[in-house]
DNA sequence: GCAAAAGTGTTTCCGGTACACCCATGG
DNA sequence: CCATGGGTGTACCGGAAACACTTTTGC
């Protein structure tokens, strides 16, 4: 019974995955055929979502429907708190759908929203489903369910704390130059940012380490790589953020 | 059935009530008695919650739950998330306490984290029941379920907010003096700040407009009374934020 | 040798901080 | 007339912002 499933309570997840040139976010489709005709009745899409089961801590939850998903454990993750609006399932494809997949479409279902932080390059994920796919984030139109709010709730979210917290370092790679850092904040952010000033900023860091070792295989001037150290960040806690990388 | 209690999911609020001096949380007391005997079994102290109805927002669950206790209607609101340890009901005494309210303890209950501003003068609490009364935030101990969590995460999310947003005014009577203000943000950060240098930063916010009034029956120079206009705070918008009182 | 990004310093300006005295009222 | 908090201005300092040229690599 540990297994079963809390018809009342799910899980979605926003997934972002940096690509170094934008953000994206990996979505399900959700295609409903007709069952005599075997034509599309709609086709749509979701974010990464499912009940919890009955005995399962929330977070615990999302982590399963990642790696079911992805493959991929231990990503950070960000709860954005519960959306509970009884209407939220009530759109005229997800009572179709609810009830293609046998569940009560009647049933009051509150979901909890989590984000998770990747680079797309360094986790590889395995899409052991065709319908699984990275859409860029500026190409993301109507969704299923309130995922719309989820996704919009998620994304001012990270946009407040990538600033001030070690948030910007799960997009990247283990490895990283200061112009692919640069880079990720003017995208998340929306803005240009001053190369000169930014570097200042960063080299101030205690956490943010440089490694013997430069960019390989790039047609210009190879940058030194860097690293975000988990320890020292803990270690100078609070003096060490963005602060202000506006 | 639009009253039937949904039996999975609850809404839990913090209350923060200011009384000029300090801040303070509602809490509601707690006590079992043996049946046979009467004797007290334990007695301890919970936040303000209840399950939500089966097709109520969590949101107007949340409102309900702070009407029915203090008889006030449109506080501000914030949600925190959602709390769901399957672990967070298992205590002891909260397991003889579900029991005698007729729940089944074993059942997985998610809750939904709230907490609300006011100000003790202006806000007269009608206090139905005398079991609920108003704490000192720094003289509380242990609370029932996880409820220390939530409390901990709620005053966590003040801290950061109210250095940025207009929450603060929620916290005070609709007219105020810059001191009262001062006072306040005082004993939320737990610091001291610098009275001209507040007073400088306060007055550019084009949303706190000065009125033709000031305080009365004071043993000293009576000060300016001072309003929150919400309409020209939506209106400069962003601009017009504390930004940075530290 | 050319394209493309890396890397580097200085000046300016604004905003934060520190700080001390006179004023109006109630008792 | 005294106690109490209200109300005000200035000088200094540090950090943010603006800004342009040289360097190293792959092709």
Redesign the interface.
């Known amino acids: 019974m540990e297994q079963a499933i809390?018809p009342?309570?799910s899980v979605d997840c926003v997934i972002f995955g940096y690509d170094f040139e934008k953000l994206n976010v990996l979505l399900v489709e959700r295609t409903l055929l007709d069952e005599s005709s075997g034509k599309v009745v709609f086709s749509d899409l979701t974010l990464a979502g499912n009940h919890?089961f009955?005995?399962?801590?929330?977070k615990d939850a999302a982590h399963r429907i990642l790696f079911d998903l992805t493959g991929i454990k231990d990503l950070y993750l960000e709860?954005?708190?519960?959306f509970?609006?009884?209407e939220r399932l009530s759109g005229h494809n997800d009572q179709l759908w609810l009830n293609y997949l046998g569940y009560k479409p009647e049933d009051?279902v509150?979901t909890?929203g989590f984000y998770a932080l990747l680079n797309c390059e360094q986790v590889k994920i395995v899409l052991k489903d065709r319908t699984v796919k990275w859409y860029p984030l500026t190409e993301i139109g109507q969704l299923a369910y309130d995922h719309n709010r989820i996704l919009e709730a998620a994304l001012h979210d990270l946009r407040i704390k990538i600033r001030t917290a070690h948030l910007a370092f799960e997009l990247l790679p283990e490895k990283f130059t200061l112009s692919q850092l640069q880079k990720l904040m003017e995208v998340v952010l929306g803005k240009t940012l001053d190369k000169r000033n930014f570097r200042k900023r960063l080299l101030k860091l205690k956490s943010l380490v440089q490694l013997d070792e430069k960019q390989k295989g790039v047609a210009h001037k190879p940058g030194y790589l860097y690293a975000f150290s988990k320890e020292k960040y803990d270690l100078y806690d609070d003096q060490d953020t963005f602060s202000v990388i506006m």
Do not use: K, M, T
């Open positions: 809390h009342n309570i919890v009955v005995n399962e801590d929330l709860q954005l708190g519960a509970g609006d009884p009051r509150i909890v």
